[in-house]
Structures are given as C-alpha cells and as structure tokens.
C-alpha cells in the first residue's frame, strides 16, 4: 500500500512571494505517476501539475514547478509570484502504473493562504 | 473541455435511508471513481470502474456499492445511511490507462449530511 504525508497542515504567504509545499510519499512500486491538485472554496478539484515517475526532468506549469527527488520520495510543490487566486487546499497524490485502472492515493492536504 | 457532473451540490437524508448519487461524464471515458473528502483525512477511494458493469473496491467499500450500467454514468449507492457517512462526495473520471495520459477529471462533489 501506498501512503502520501503532506506535513504542512496550513501556510500562509504575501501575495507575489514564492511559496513551497512539501510532500513525502512511500511506496515499493518503481512506476507511477505524482500530481499536484487544488481545490478552491468552490470545491472543484483541479489539477496543477503531473510527473511521471520514470522522467527525471521535473514537471513545469507556468507559475507551478515541482520538485522530484524518486530517491528521497519526495515531491514539492513551488508556486512562484504568488497571486490571491492561489488561495486553496493543496493535495499531493499517488498513482501506481500497472496496469489497468487505479485510483488515486492522498494526502491529507495543505491550506495555502495568500495575503494581499 | 472536461465536465463531470454530480446530481446534488447539496443532500440530506434520514438514517437507514437509501440514497443514491449520480456522476455523469460527457469524455467517453473508460475509468470513474468515487472518493469521499473528510476534514484532516483527505480524500479517500470508495469505488471505482474500468468498464460498464465492472467495479472494484476501493480502500473504503464498507457501507457503500455502486452500480455502471452505462459508459458515461456512475452511481454510488449507500444501501442503508448511517451518520458516519455524512462527507463530501467527490466523483473523477479518467482515459483509460496506456492512453496518453491518466489524470483524473474531478466533478464538484456532493456534500451529504445524514441526519
């Protein structure tokens, strides 16, 4: 099984700082995939950013980087030139690539906070 | 544009009631899932489906089954509510795997209080 630790229960940042979120996975698996969801308090789950295990390029979405580290099993969120709109529950998620459909492992969320 | 789309924003239902919640998907995809969303758990998976009329358990079935009798629809059904199961109920659909890419689509999720 699975499990993914998001340690940071709550952040709050000015508006245009760069923040990081930091989660921590483990697993025995060697293929998978790591996302990076947002839910605003509209509740809508949306994704941020995706990397698959087996690239070691880190994944990039405009303002969005991650961090990968497949060794130490961690994954962090970077979110530059932070803007209100970012204001959300962050959630880090798992998904093993073996075949055939799976769902997603969570961890329990960040809330990120930006200040004007 | 991806839409997946839940029945209710908002339900409440008596205890022993059986309540049914309903996830549309309009992306032909082959995959749908069901997670419930608790506060300080996350998000948690309930069911999901990789073909009409195939379920498998997920890591909370317990109280819970489901039913897909067409592609784009997935119905998660509590046979009999109890409080505990008072949560937001979170629906995502997905390509099916080998396919470029697995991300789950989420729908905006149906909070159901159980009263």
């Known amino acids: 099984a699975q499990t993914v630790t998001q340690s940071q229960p709550e952040m709050s940042v000015q508006e245009a700082e760069t923040v990081t979120l930091s989660c921590t996975y483990d697993t025995s698996e060697s293929n998978y995939y790591l996302f990076w969801y947002k839910q605003p308090p509209s509740r809508q789950m949306i994704l941020v950013i995706r990397?698959?295990?087996?690239?070691?390029q880190n994944a990039t979405e405009n303002r969005f980087s991650v961090n990968f580290q497949k060794a130490a099993k961690s994954f962090s969120l970077k979110i530059s030139d932070s803007q209100l709109g970012d204001t959300a529950m962050y959630f880090c998620?798992?998904?093993?690539?073996?075949?055939?459909?799976?769902?997603?492992?969570f961890g329990k969320g960040t809330h990120l906070i930006i200040q004007p | 544009d991806v839409k997946v789309t839940q029945s209710s924003r908002y339900l409440v239902k008596r205890t022993g009631e059986k309540v049914f919640l309903e996830c549309v998907q309009d992306m032909d995809h082959e995959n749908m899932f069901w997670y419930r969303q608790d506060p300080g758990l996350g998000l948690r998976l309930i069911y999901f489906s990789y073909d009409v009329k195939m379920k498998e358990k997920g890591d909370i079935p317990e109280g819970y089954s489901v039913s897909r009798e067409k592609k784009e629809r997935f119905s998660l059904i509590l046979e009999s509510a109890s409080t505990n199961q008072t949560s937001m109920y979170l629906c995502a659909s997905s390509f099916e795997r080998g396919a470029s890419t697995d991300t789950q689509y989420f729908g905006p999720g149906t909070r159901l209080t159980v009263l």
């Open positions: 998620a798992f998904m093993k690539r073996s075949g055939g459909a799976d769902g997603l492992t």
């Open positions: 990397q698959e295990a087996y690239k070691q």
